[in-house]
């Protein structure tokens, strides 16, 4: 994708290219690891513009990158690195594993995310932090939680992630149902909640 797109637009985009795909292979193939880093960009896009401003997003397709997609504002373009955060050892997918008759595993929504889940964002945060980006501090990180996180406290979270503060240019938590920017820069605004998608 070499030109920005509105959320909407970027919606029907990435709706287009993973309607052939099982929920199965969207999660476990690396083949479709850019549909993954869509999917990130466009919960943070809609997010974003519902409660900080009109924004265009656009994936970065080139390889070896550090930049995953750029969100495009009336004020510049601010360029992310999107990483998941999950449960320790769980497997993406692990749910979608199928039995031997086909049919798929049904297992248990994973609930420790209300107790353990500000843990399992700051390991994503810090294994990040580890991998000692050249340009870390011109990156904005964008942590996608994959368990159940109903219950966050954002405070806490905001609190235990401060000593990444100085780490990259912003830090923006999205789940599946909710946004917030633990810390961010006048250029790109805020949202010192969880706002609900």
């Known amino acids: ?20 795909v099982s929920s ?7 083949k479709y690891k850019h549909l993954k880093e869509m999917w990130c960009a466009l919960q943070f896009g809609m997010g974003y513009e ?11 397709q080139e390889e070896n990158s550090d930049i995953d997609f750029i969100l495009k504002t009336k004020s510049g373009e601010s360029p992310f690195q999107s990483t998941i ?20 595993i049904s297992k248990p929504s994973v609930l420790g995310g209300r107790i353990d889940g500000i843990e399992w964002i700051t ?6 932090d580890e991998k000692k980006y050249s340009n870390s501090m011109k990156l ?15 405070h806490s979270l ?7 503060k100085e780490k990259f240019s912003s830090i923006w938590i ?12 006048p250029l790109l605004g805020s949202i010192l909640f969880f706002g609900s998608l």
């Open 50 to 60: 519902k409660y900080v401003a009109t924004c265009w997003l656009q994936v970065n």
């Open 158 to 164: 905001s609190e235990v992630l401060q000593p990444y």
């Open 174 to 185: 999205v789940t599946d149902h909710q946004i917030c920017s633990v810390y961010s820069t």
């Open 1 to 20: 994708m070499s030109r920005f797109y509105t959320p909407t637009e970027f919606k029907a985009i990435f709706e287009s290219e993973a309607a052939n």
């Open 85 to 104: 955060a999950d449960v320790p050892g769980r497997r993406m997918g692990d749910e979608y594993k199928m039995t031997p008759n086909g049919s798929m």
């Open 123 to 128: 390991n994503a945060v810090r294994a990040k």
């Open 24 to 30: 199965s292979d969207f999660i476990r193939s690396p």
């Open 140 to 154: 904005n990180l964008l942590v996608y939680a994959v368990f159940m996180s109903f219950s966050l406290q954002y």
